[in-house]
């Protein structure tokens, strides 16, 4: 994956997550389920973040010719 495709997709999942983060918040403010939720959303955002960064420095493998170049 190359670096700025990386990068545009941390980008999109921030934002995304800090969208449901607040929105949760909002919805379930008060109730016991509002940690439960907030951890769950953020280790899901930590898990995509890694996922994001470890693929963007991979390199690239190609076949040619039935072997790795």
Known sequence: MKPK???LLILTASVFFACAI????DLL???KWNQI????LIALWWIS???L???SRRPKQ???NGTDK
């Open 22 to 25: 607040i929105l949760a918040d």
């Open 37 to 40: 939720v907030m951890y769950s």
């Open 29 to 31: 403010e008060g109730t």
């Open 5 to 7: 495709t990386a990068v």
């Open 53 to 55: 960064s470890v693929a």
């Open 62 to 64: 190609t076949m040619v």
């Open 49 to 51: 973040f890694v996922y």
